[in-house]
């Protein structure tokens, strides 16, 4: 894999205290504008090719309500984001010794009304995910909007994230969290940094 270097904005040091005090990290302004902008329009334009989300082995699942598309190498503007998630796993496994060999991604969308109820993306150690991440990429949010991303950080301490433009969440990947109920479309990229490979 080779090296990839951070946005200036990702402050590795800080990530990497914030993460083994608390579990969880937030970066703002995380990408240029015109970056961001791009992933918008490549997200949007493809709305047309979300599905509804499954939760395990592709089952449809009262626990989330929201519409996904994977990402590959085709969606090439969101695929830096990829790369650039790439780079952080390279700090993380220095930092942490967490053994992550791989990133898998999707667009997901939440309309008006949508949700995703408290679950971890890894119970138990029962899958390769480590840390997980949310990019949020619509261009505006109000806070009476909803859509918050609601975390227990490591120490048993709840948190509630606005879904803010241009901002990243980074987590533990066993960490209890959800996303509750939008009351605006709220567009974002979730990914999840791996100690194995998954094909998607």
């Known amino acids: 894999m080779p090296a990839v270097q951070l946005p200036r904005s990702w402050s590795v040091d800080q ?3 914030d993460l083994d005090q608390q579990g969880f990290s937030v970066i703002d302004n995380a990408y240029e504008q015109t970056y961001m902008e791009a992933l918008i ?4 334009r493809n709305l047309a090719h ?3 989300a499954a939760i395990q082995n592709g089952v449809v699942s009262d626990i989330r309500s929201d519409h996904i598309l994977w990402l590959h190498e085709a969606l090439d503007v969101s695929h830096q984001h990829i790369q650039t998630l790439y780079g952080l796993g390279q700090e993380l496994n220095r ?9 898998e991604a999707h667009f997901a969308c939440y309309n008006a009304g949508e949700f995703y109820a408290l679950h971890r993306d890894n119970p138990q ?4 995910r480590m840390i997980s991440t ?3 990429l619509h261009d505006e949010w109000q806070e009476d909007w909803g859509g918050e ?3 227990q950080d490591k120490n048993g301490q ?6 803010k433009p241009n901002r990243i969440a980074i987590f533990q990947s066993d960490l209890l969290h959800e996303v509750l109920l939008s009351k605006q479309q709220r567009l974002s990229i979730t990914a999840w940094l791996r100690s194995d490979s998954q094909l998607i």
């Open 95 to 103: 930092a942490f010794y967490l053994g992550i060999k791989d990133v």
């Open 149 to 151: 991303l609601r975390l």
């Open 41 to 44: 329009e490549e997200c949007t």
């Open 15 to 17: 990530i990497l205290d």
């Open 50 to 52: 979300f599905r509804n």
């Open 134 to 136: 949310v990019y949020y």
């Open 158 to 163: 709840w948190h509630k994230l606005q879904p």
């Open 125 to 128: 150690g029962k899958n390769g």
